[in-house]
Structures are given as structure tokens and as C-alpha cells.
């Protein structure tokens, strides 16, 4: 059995006696030289067999060995200057664990560049590549920070259902499916259940789940199915109680990457950069100020275009909000300013020229969110259940949801979302 990963060899462990399992990444055949290079989780590391020294069934084995086979070598640490990483290991027996067939679907090296079709396709194999590979690991050390940080701030993780019987928020199309005598729809964001555990007393909670959005578009940041994390929380003040949870995680979930994935980062030719608190906040009009002074004009009330986001992002480093946006554009739920109701509490958080997450304070009031219902032209009726929760007892309450996707698209640089899923499901693929 494996005694090290490749990353724990080094020079100054000359002489010991390891074992080592992996995938043969490479095999160079020299003649009275051969040279295999191992990969594991942790990298690479060369296997060197010479034709006078080496055990005569050792050298068998490698002659017999394919690409991309599981193999287990136990041998003993040398340091060699000529070696990638100074060092290798001279074997003194090789076992073949499972044998790869040829051809591979895929060069897992990196000299032969796949379409990402190609890619997904085989995504076993391509997540065998080092730069797929950290892409993933960034993506968990994200995911683990998220839940570390709120975990320490005492929220209590909560798990609403994914089949749902009618639409959350209206906007977003929904997938049908078939419920035994009925029909039911994959939930497309857990708002609606949240907000209920405000009623029931949670105080803060926090979910990690995937959501399902039926959008046709097909762009380098949507898809359909997405994992989402997401908090909310009651007796705030203002939105602000809950954007300063939303920077709080975002700096600390990059502080975890750039601590604790360096060798990711490096792989990947990335640095991040880590952002003082607070970030800075906008306003809608204020960024529509920025752009149109900037040369882009987006009429009060749009959403802000991929260009206007990608500007934005030119124009202000960093991670950044933006506040106090037209009501008319966000979701029913949003509260409405008092004093001026054409603006809400609603905000989103951009980083990399992309939206990242999106929040508000919402309304807590049953007869004012009934009333933002119908203005939105949704049925009162078909919101009851959630309703019920707002007529005994409802405190203020916010919340926010950060795509995970996204998160990690922004911090690893890659261009676009497909690469941070290991199985996309857009409107062309639901394979493998
Ligand atoms: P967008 O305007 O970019 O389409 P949205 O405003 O519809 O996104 P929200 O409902 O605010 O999305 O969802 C919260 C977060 O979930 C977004 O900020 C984003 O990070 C992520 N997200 C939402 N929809 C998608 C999608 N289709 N693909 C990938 N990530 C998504
Ligand atoms: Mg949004």
C-alpha cells in the first residue's frame, strides 16, 4: 500500500524505502535508461530503471506497461540532479494494478489540446490533468470555507426540498416533472423555504445546495443546473447586516485559497489578490453615472449588459456592491425604501466583471409583500403557504446566494463556467 505521495519525496529523504500508486503519466524508453513518469494526486514524480542495476522482472513490467495505467512502485529515494524535482525513485518492484487499453480517449500530458466537447465527454480522464484538477480542489476549498466560516458564526445549516410544487420567485423558468399523478417543478432557488425558517424562529441559516434554472440562453456564465450557497438572517437593521456577512465570507474564502491552494494557484498561473474590507459600495444611479461618464449608457431601469459589468470591473479593482437598486427590476420579495419605494434594498456583489451574488433585506410585512405579489403580477394564492408564514409572527429579515460556480470561475480565471463543473448540464448536455 501507498506510503507517500509524490509531493512528500524529496532530496533529503535519500535511501528510504517508499511505495508509491498512481497513474503512469509517461514512459521514455532510452535503451539501458527507462523513465516512467508516476502522477498522483499530488503530482509527478519520475521512476528511473536501469538495465544493469534493476531487477530484470522490474524492467519486464515496464516494457509491458501502457499509458495511463494504475501501478503500485516501491523503491528507494535518489537524489538526482537531472531529475524534474531532483530527485526520483530507483525501483526495486513495480506491480500493475490495472492496465489502461489504447488508444486514450484523451492526452492527459497536455501536448494535445481536446475541445471542451471532447473534454466532458471523458471528463474522468480530463480531471486527471494537473491544471483540471486545481481548478476542482479550489472549487472544495471554496465550498469548505463557506460553510467553515458561518459555522463559526453559529448559523444553522438547513436543507429545503428540491421538488417543489409551484414557482419561487416567478422570472426564471422552471423544469417540469413528472410526480407520480401530478406535476412538480426542481426548485430554482431556496428563497421562499428560508424565509419561512425566519418565522420559525432560526435567527440565521445557511444552505449549500443545487438549483435548477430551465433558462435557453447559452452563455460562458449560465447554466442549469448550479450550486448555490446561501444565507439569511433575522433582526437586522438594514441590508447592511447582511452584506457585511457576504464580504466577510468572500474575504475569507479567498485568504483559505490563497493560504491553503498555492500549488492550485501556481498550476494555474494565478494570484489573488486579497481584498480590503469593506469593498466598496455603489449605488444603482451611481454606477449608471460611471458607465455613461465612461462612455456606456444604460437606461435607468435595465439590468446592466455583460459589457457593462465587464466595464465596471475596469474601472473599480477589486471585488465591489452595488445597492439601492430600481424595484421594478428585482424579485417580489426586495423591500422598497420607505421614504423613496422606487429604489430597494436589494443588492448584488460583483468581482471579475462578473455579478457573483445577489441578496436584499426583504419585506417582512404580510400585506405589503401580498401588495409587491400583485404588482408583480404573481397570485397572492399561489404563494399561501409562504404567505402563512408572514401572519404570525415575522421578523425583518435578509439574505444573499452565491454561486459557487462563478466564485470559482472569478478566482480561478478559467473562461468559462463549464470548466468548474465536473458534469455541466446545459441546454445540450445532460451526458455523462
Ligand atoms: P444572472 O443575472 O447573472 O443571470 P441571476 O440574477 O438570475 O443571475 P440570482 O437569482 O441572483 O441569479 O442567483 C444568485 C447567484 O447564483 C448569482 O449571483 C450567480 O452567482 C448564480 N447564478 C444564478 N443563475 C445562474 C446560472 N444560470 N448559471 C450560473 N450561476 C448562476
Ligand atoms: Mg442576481
Known sequence: MRTHYSSEISEDAGGTQVTLA??????????????????????????????????????????????????EVTGKVSPNSRAPKKVEIVPTSISVVSLSRTPLPLDVTGKVDADLDTRLNNRFMDVRKPAVAAVFKIRSKIQQAFREFFVQKDFIEINPPSIIAAASEGGTELFAISYFEREAFLCQSPQLYKQMMMSAGFDKVFITMPVFRAESHNTTRHLNEIFQMDIEKSFIADEE?????????????????????????????????????????????????????????????????????????????????????????????????????????????????????SGAQRIHDHDELVESLKRKNLKPDNFEFYLKAFRYGMPPHGGWSIGAERMTEAITGVSNIRECVLYPRDRTRVEP
Request: net charge negative.
Open 241 to 357: 447586516g447582511v452584506l457585511q456577512d457576504l464580504e466577510g465570507v468572500v474575504h475569507y474564502l479567498l485568504l483559505k485559497v490563497s493560504e491553503d491552494c498555492a500549488e492550485e494557484l501556481k498550476t494555474l498561473g494565478r494570484e489573488v489578490k486579497i481584498p480590503a474590507i469593506p469593498f466598496r459600495r455603489l449605488t444603482y444611479d451611481e454606477a449608471l453615472q460611471l458607465l455613461e461618464k465612461n462612455g456606456l449608457k444604460i437606461p435607468w431601469g435595465s439590468d446592466f449588459t455583460p459589457e457593462a459589468d465587464k466595464k465596471l470591473a475596469e474601472l473599480i479593482d477589486g471585488p465591489f456592491f452595488i445597492k439601492r437598486w430600481p424595484t421594478k427590476l428585482r424579485a417580489f420579495y426586495s423591500k422598497p425604501f420607505d421614504e423613496d419605494p422606487k429604489y430597494c434594498r436589494a443588492f448584488d456583489l460583483c468581482y471579475m466583471g462578473m455579478e457573483i451574488s
Open 22 to 71: 498512481g497513474w503512469v503519466h509517461e514512459i521514455r524508453d532510452m535503451g539501458k535508461l527507462k523513465f516512467l513518469i508516476l502522477r498522483d494526486r499530488e503530482g509527478l514524480i519520475q521512476v528511473t530503471a536501469k538495465s544493469d542495476t534493476t531487477d530484470p522482472a522490474v524492467l519486464k513490467t515496464i516494457g509491458e506497461l501502457t499509458k495511463e495505467s494504475v501501478i
